[in-house]
């Protein structure tokens, strides 16, 4: 075998390797995308909620009992988030990977 036969192989080797290499981040790409929010309507006419992991029954569920004085409605841990000066506030309300978030409108 001629040194120019080896060459042409190594090269093809190596350029199918950097191939699969390319594939595999594509692949993996959608994985890192950012977390999609479910638009779940409204609550008592002004309130907007978002789910991520959960279901808008139990999201929605969720911010009745939050603004009805429960301060962990349905197993979830909400917070106050402020959000600047006299703009007011958001409530973001979490339980292992589910997410709800209550927004005034």
Do not use: I
């Not at 950097?18 to 594939?23: I, P, T």
């Not at 890192?32 to 929010?37: K, L, V």
Request: glycine share 6%.
């Amino acid at each position: 075998m001629s040194r120019s036969t080896t060459l042409a192989r190594w090269s093809t080797l190596v350029a199918a390797l950097a191939l699969a290499m390319s594939m595999l981040v594509v692949v993996s790409s959608p994985s890192t995308a950012a977390p999609r929010w479910k638009d779940c309507g409204f609550v008592k006419v002004d309130l907007q909620v978002l789910a991520h992991h959960t279901s808008c029954a139990k999201a929605r569920a969720v911010a009745r009992a939050r603004f009805n004085g429960r301060d962990n409605p349905r197993g979830f841990n909400c917070r106050d988030v402020a959000v600047d000066f006299g703009a007011g506030y958001y409530v973001a309300c979490r339980k292992g990977a589910a997410r709800v978030r209550v927004l005034p409108e």
